[in-house]
């Protein structure tokens, strides 16, 4: 597929034009990223929101813990067992029911049908 001149100079020009744009937004991204980081020191970096790594000073290390950190493990544990078994409860109270909307619903469709109910 040939191009013909006017063709060709029409697609430099285009070129030029996306090649002008991408530099021009190259350099606003630039000087965003500039100004985002303007103030930015290295030695005060981190919002202190976070606390997952070492070193933050809240828990002994292990075999370190005291009485009141092993009760307060105990109770989150207590805890944590607790809202299992409530769990596990509400998805068997859900489970039953919907097995009787179910039995309901087979009962409903053979009194239709005329097959006898089995359940």
Do not use: H, W
Not at 24 to 31: C, G, H, N, T, V
Not at 56 to 77: F, L, M, S
Not at 83 to 100: C, G, K, Q
């Amino acid at each position: 597929m040939g191009r013909s001149k006017s063709q060709s100079g029409v697609v430099d020009c285009e070129s030029s034009v996306v090649k002008s744009s991408t530099n021009d937004a190259q350099s606003q991204l630039d000087r965003a990223r500039g100004e985002l980081f303007a103030g930015y020191n290295p030695e005060k970096a981190g919002s202190g929101r976070f606390f997952d790594g070492p070193g933050t000073g809240r828990e002994p290390p292990p075999g370190e813990e005291n009485d009141e950190d092993v009760e307060g493990i105990k109770q989150q544990t207590k805890f944590l067992k607790q809202e299992s078994v409530n769990s596990t409860r509400n998805a068997l109270r859900m489970a039953r029911e919907a097995e009787e909307t179910a039995r309901g619903t087979l009962g409903r469709l053979g009194d239709q049908s005329g097959v006898p109910d089995f359940f």
